[in-house]
């Protein structure tokens, strides 16, 4: 084993029973390797605060799917799309793949922070990392797209806005259609 594909234990091998310090990843480090098996590493360029809520989010939405079962499934797609580990690969992003990431960051951010709103740059900097203010118009077509699905409202100065041609910050707020998300005590709430 090389010093490359021994690193120290990232958000890539959370959920793969890893108990040790380290992880084997591939020589590209797209890949981590536990027992035997290759699994989608988590994007090295995702910021760590936002990689950490991210975790957070997925291991949350795997303990209600051992409690609420497959209706709590969406949560944990959604946060593995956002860290990379499903979808596109991260390597490789295409238009389509991109959109699809930021969009299950939105939701799993807006998931994770209960009533609190996000900025599009929360999604953009998880999504493009050191190349994030390149996604920005991107992350708020998506947003005024999951808007449109009821998914999200979009915000400015605290109140609810509608219309494509925003001028000025805007924030994102869960809206009615924004499926599963925990309750304030970590219990299961459909929507």
Not at 66 to 74: E, P, Y
Not at 112 to 132: E, F, K, Y
């Amino acid at each position: 084993m090389n010093d490359r594909t021994r690193d120290t234990l990232t958000a890539g091998g959370h959920d793969r029973g890893v108990t040790s310090n380290q992880v084997d990843h591939t020589d590209d480090g797209h890949y981590i390797v536990v027992k035997g098996r290759r699994w989608r590493a988590t994007d090295p360029s995702i910021p760590d605060a936002l990689k950490t809520e991210l975790v957070s989010a997925l291991m949350t939405g795997r303990r209600l799917v051992k409690s609420d079962g497959d209706a709590a499934r969406v949560m944990v797609h959604d946060a593995k799309v956002a860290l990379g580990e499903r979808g596109d690969p991260w390597w490789e992003p295409t238009e389509q793949g991109t959109r699809d990431r930021l969009a299950a960051t939105m939701r799993t951010l807006l998931r994770s922070r209960g009533g609190s709103s996000i900025c599009p740059s929360d999604a953009a900097r998880t999504v493009g990392g050191d190349d994030w203010r390149e996604l920005m118009a991107t992350a708020r077509e998506v947003a005024l797209d999951l808007r449109a699905d009821r998914v999200v409202a979009v915000t400015q100065r605290g109140e609810v806005v509608s219309g494509t041609d925003l001028r000025g910050p805007i924030r994102i707020i869960a809206g009615a259609a924004l499926d599963f998300r925990p309750g304030p005590d970590g219990s299961a709430t459909a929507t």
